[in-house]
């Protein structure tokens, strides 16, 4: 999900210069005084690890350098289309992407069932500068629906298309041999949930 060397890279120069710095500042001419450095500079640098784990690595100008995929965080609305049956009924969904830095979770709502994932992550295709999300997750129906739609495993491969508002465009496959595509939008970054 990102590039672990030029986080590395940042993390220990943003260590060097607060140490550099107070070295200056205190004129560190005693041990006193530099195991003060020491401290205060594993101090900052854990703050700032936190700081960014939390917040700055949302920022699109690390997506340059450090942070390799979008920040899909958040509820989208969309289509779930099974490709199995003759009728092709669209079936409206809800996706719940909770990201941080370094994980990612979805859960998928319909009126009848709720899927959880308990493995997610990004394929990069540098080449064709496509990004997939992918994820295997357990699905569980309402109580009323679980003789019709049984509890079943199954994957999904969502591209990640980036032009304007984000979509996810993709397809799933299921351990019950059902197949389907999926499209979602985002609506808000924010999960009330």
């Known amino acids: ?23 200056f500042i205190f004129s560190a001419d005693n041990i006193v005084i530099i195991i003060k450095i020491i401290s205060t500079t594993t101090t900052v640098s ?22 390799r995929v979008p920040n899909l965080h958040g509820v989208w609305k969309g289509t779930i289309i099974p490709t199995n049956n003759d009728d092709r009924k669209e079936i409206e969904c809800t996706l719940y992407i909770r990201q941080t830095f370094t994980t990612i979770h979805i859960e998928v709502h319909t009126d009848n069932m709720i899927s959880k994932s308990y493995v997610a992550g990004f394929c990069i295709d540098n080449d064709a500068k496509n990004i997939e999300l992918c994820y295997s997750y357990y699905s569980k129906s309402k109580i009323d629906q679980r003789v019709v739609n049984p509890w079943h495993e199954g994957a999904s491969k969502l591209r990640v298309v980036e032009y304007g508002m984000f979509e996810l465009i993709g397809e799933y496959w299921t351990s019950r041999k059902t197949t389907g595509e999926i499209k979602a939008k985002r609506v808000t970054t924010k999960i009330r949930r």
């Open 46 to 67: 854990l703050v700032f690890h936190w700081f960014f784990k939390e917040y700055l690595w949302k920022l699109k100008i690390f997506r340059l350098f450090i942070v």
């Open 1 to 23: 999900m990102f590039n672990h060397e030029r986080y590395n890279r940042l993390l220990v120069t943003f260590t060097l210069i607060a140490a550099f710095v107070q070295y």
